[in-house]
């Protein structure tokens, strides 16, 4: 198996990263207005996922988030607003000055990402599969992938729940959860993104 641990990442600004998230995901295509239909996420280049309904989470989330990630040799650093139940999830997106750089909306039926910063081509449909990868009911996820051929598993390692989404022996994403502390690494596209609740 793949080793899924890799070195922490320096910050640099986030337009950079923008540019490469353009590139990694400007292999799926739909639209963000209102109403609009919900494109799967191609987890390999051929299997594609469906979003869970919102009544999978596992447990309710409704916290302020620094949301550090990475690209290749691309990073950022972002505060987030993320309130997930079972009628959807909510994700607002903040610079270090508290300007709103983008909002994320999915409530099962429709799926909305409104930035003037973000390129249109950033699907918030892969942002929002990774949400539910970390925060769904485990049940679910391995029930949904099964019918694509992938595996998902969870194990519990040195204090830590680590979820990984497996292609035969190769380990595609991991996400690994510890107390107020998610990480979430896709090996196949390169990036990386780490979610710490904030100190109350």
Known sequence: MKNCHSPFFAVITVPLFVLCMQFFLSCASTKNEIGADISPVYITNTKKFYLLSPDNIEKSVDSLQLLTGSFGDSSFVLQAFLQADENGFFLSLLN???TG???L???GTKITFDSAVFPKSL???YIASDLQFAYYKPSAIKKSLSELNLDFTMTNEDGKEIRR???GTKCIEQISKSDGVVDIENFLRGYRYNLQEAAE
């Open 96 to 98: 270090d000055f508290g």
């Open 101 to 103: 750089m983008g909002n």
């Open 105 to 107: 909306v999915y409530d």
């Open 123 to 125: 699907k918030p449909e």
């Open 165 to 167: 989404i497996m292609n």
